[in-house]
């Protein structure tokens, strides 16, 4: 069984209010997801704001441009500090993303805290290390860039 964790930082030039109103909103999912994944979200009516329980649905696309479910449950959420999300159903035999932000003397910290396991056992082992690292990496790059763009220095 393969177990694995990503871990990202990033400063954002903003207020913690700012930063908190912009990643507690589900319809900014898209904003930070590469256009090539293919994101679409399925739940209808979103809230303006995520909540404990919350239950979201999308359509993604990351390899090959094949359809994938995925249902994400919004576990965990301390206002202004923290939010979790675990995959329910989708690729993964366990997902766990922990978004985390702190207030820092230039701006907010925002730290992601990816634990995951992908299926197959010593194949997923072997995906990871040829495709689901690097797409992570891909992934949060573009988000970086994005967040960048939209709270400038």
Known sequence: MAFFQFER???????????WDFISSPQNLKKITPDYM???IRTPNLPDKIYPGMIISYIVRPVLHIPTTWVT???????????????????????HHQHIIEEVENGVLMRDIVSY????????????SILIKNKLIEIFE????VLEELFPA
């Open 9 to 19: 930082k990033q400063l954002i030039n903003s207020t913690l209010d700012e930063v």
């Open 38 to 40: 293919g994101f679409d």
């Open 73 to 95: 449950e919004i576990t965990h959420v301390v206002d202004k500090h923290y939010f979790v999300d675990e995959q329910r159903v989708g690729p993964y035999s366990l997902w």
């Open 117 to 128: 396991q992908p299926p197959m056992g010593w194949l997923g082992k072997i995906a990871n």
């Open 142 to 145: 573009y988000r970086k860039k």
